[in-house]
């Protein structure tokens, strides 16, 4: 399969939901409720307020090209390592 890299992103979401799952079977579903919202709300707060942070010393145009630049990079590894049939 072309770009190999995708499951290896994917895979971590699905051991977490599994896990989630198996907290809740295990556990009081309403604190496995509430744990996962805090939790999601305290990740997203910290994202925001990082990314907040971190736009006030980078340049937005750095990081459109930087962007830009590093799908290219991927892209072209994508062509290179797929299997042509």
Do not use: W
Not at 3 to 32: F, H, K, W
Not at 37 to 56: D, E, P, Q, R
Not at 62 to 79: N, T
Request: hydrophobic fraction near 50%; include cysteine.
């Amino acid at each position: 399969m072309c770009c190999d890299s995708r499951r290896l992103r994917v895979r971590p979401m699905y051991r977490s939901q599994i896990a989630t799952i198996g907290v809740a079977a295990a556990s009081n579903v309403v604190g496995v409720i509430v744990g996962g919202i805090l939790g999601h709300s305290i990740c997203t707060g910290a994202a925001v307020l990082g990314g907040k942070h971190l736009a006030t010393h980078i340049d937005e145009r750095m990081v459109a090209v930087l962007g830009g630049a590093l799908f290219l990079v991927f892209g072209v590894c994508c062509v290179m390592s797929c299997d042509v049939v």
